[in-house]
């Protein structure tokens, strides 16, 4: 026992502190961002796709006949079921097995999409590749072509425009639902060849003509690569109607009022950071059982003074406004200077884009359900009236007489010397531009003029169709 203790205490280890790393993870910042400020991701992503690589064939070999001497009807009745046991084309030459084609890449428009969020989770799709000629190096009548993935198809919202990221170059609008574009093509599978002696070929080509002549041409064997494609998705929402005003305006509450959309309601300014959808109800004029289409209104955030420099949100989201077929201004009846809001909604759309303002209008003005609002409404429905001319009014000055009870045009001015359809390049003064087509008053909150709203809404869209 002695001797064990004198061994033990002469024995001494080191201690190892092993520490574990963890691998830092660039995407959770992104991510992080991605939840907190999804209002500043939704319409725009980049994405890299790739196709599936091609299968690849096989190099077989002719089998060996048999050594074994049969009888002559056996011999010719075995030579029969071997000639008809492999796949041949009609005019009898072999077919032989080919590698799979690799998976194509397809973006498709999908209505139960909203957003480009889920796009960001994973911005890399690649597609299956084709599978293997599956051979033992023999020719056989066992033999099959490749595997053939299925296509992959990844989903967009429905108005996203498709480009690529470099160069720029549009490859399509997938504006309506079910629209679909191939972006990047699967490799073709790769031939089949027969090695066989010198001495057989020229008898064996009569047969196929995929007979290899030399070790170059195992180059056919291979499947091609698939493309790989990078691309850059802008989402522009497809709406007939789009609302346009000042943070707490209404906007939201008006949509929820008309719609069964129900987006954020908050006594704040900018509680919508992204555009809200909601479809309106069919036009009752049709009647029960007469067709009747369902526009499509969409709510934009808030414009202030001064976007176009990047104040408040900015302007990028006027984007969504390219499709609409109608703009509706909501206007707080009740602010200090309803007019000159109206006014700077303008010179906003303006400042981003000249040919908004060539585009119908009307005007709302919300919340008269307050006293204030009440009492001035008529002044500032006159006053709004006044600033534009009515020469490119869609359905001319019976569509105002019928929407504002403003005979012969009047109290509109008409531009003095200036045709409607002069260069966006030249500068415009606003009253150059239409006029609005309607100014109604309603209250979102008690329900107050929407059925003279909505009436206005369907006047206005029947005469963009019936000018186009």
């Given at each position: 026992m002695k001797a064990g203790k004198d061994v033990g205490t002469c024995i001494q280890g080191h201690v190892i502190q092993c520490i574990l790393t963890k691998v830092k993870d660039s995407s959770i910042p992104f991510l992080h961002n991605l939840e907190r400020e999804p209002h500043k991701y939704f319409d725009h992503?980049?994405?890299?796709?790739?196709?599936g690589d091609g299968g690849h064939g096989a190099v077989l070999s002719m089998p060996r006949p048999r050594m074994q001497v049969k009888s002559p009807w056996r011999k010719k009745k075995e030579k029969e079921k071997r000639k008809g046991s492999y796949r041949r084309d009609p005019d009898g030459s072999l077919i032989l097995p080919m590698g799979g084609h690799g998976g194509d890449v397809v973006l498709y428009a999908d209505e139960s999409k909203d957003s480009l969020l889920e796009l960001h989770q994973v911005r890399r799709y690649n597609a299956k590749r084709g599978g293997n000629v599956d051979a033992m190096g023999v020719l056989s009548p066992m033999l099959h072509d490749g595997f053939i993935p299925p296509t992959l198809r990844i989903p967009v919202p429905v108005g996203t425009v498709v480009k690529r990221k470099r160069g720029g170059k549009l490859l399509a609008d997938l504006a309506h639902p079910g629209d679909q574009i191939l972006v990047a093509k699967g490799g073709r599978g790769g031939i089949s060849l027969v090695e066989t002696s010198q001495s057989n070929r020229s008898q064996l080509r009569a047969v196929n003509a995929n007979v290899m002549r030399d070790k170059s041409d195992k180059v056919m064997v291979f499947g091609q690569q698939g493309e790989e494609v990078t691309l850059e998705l802008i989402l522009r929402i497809v709406a007939d109607v789009g609302l346009v005003g000042l943070p707490n305006a209404g906007k939201s509450s008006l949509l929820a009022s008309v719609t069964l959309a129900k987006p954020e309601i908050a006594n704040y300014p900018f509680t919508t950071l992204m555009p809200n959808l909601g479809c309106l109800d069919g036009d009752p004029d049709f009647g029960i059982w007469g067709f009747s289409s369902r526009p499509t209104l969409a709510d934009l955030p808030g414009l202030i003074k001064g976007a176009h420099l990047g104040k408040g949100l900015g302007r990028t989201f006027l984007?969504?406004?390219?499709?609409?077929?109608?703009?509706?201004?909501?206007?707080?009846?009740?602010?200090?200077?309803?007019?000159?809001?109206?006014?700077?909604?303008?010179?906003?759309?303006?400042?981003?884009?000249?040919?908004?303002?060539?585009?119908?209008?009307?005007?709302?003005?919300?919340?008269?359900?307050?006293?204030?609002?009440?009492?001035?409404?008529?002044?500032?429905?006159k006053e709004m009236q006044q600033i534009g001319s009515l020469e490119n009014v869609p359905g001319g000055v019976h569509m105002l007489v019928e929407g504002n009870d403003c005979e012969d045009g009047e109290g509109c001015i008409n531009s003095e010397g200036e045709s409607a359809t002069t260069s966006l390049k030249?500068?415009?003064?606003?009253?150059?531009?239409?006029?609005?087509?309607?100014?109604v008053g309603i209250s979102a909150l008690k329900g107050i003029g929407i059925v003279d709203m909505l009436k206005q809404i369907r006047l206005a869209l029947k005469a963009c169709e019936t000018k186009q």
């Open positions: 992503v980049v994405i890299t796709v790739r196709s984007r969504h406004l390219r499709r609409t077929r109608l703009l509706v201004h909501v206007v707080d009846a009740s602010a200090d200077d309803p007019v000159q809001d109206y006014r700077t909604l303008r010179e906003e759309l303006c400042m981003y884009n000249p040919n908004y303002l060539e585009r119908p209008h009307m005007v709302v003005l919300n919340k008269l359900d307050l006293p204030e609002a009440k009492e001035r409404f008529d002044s500032l429905s030249q500068e415009k003064m606003m009253e150059e531009y239409p006029c609005p087509v309607a100014v």
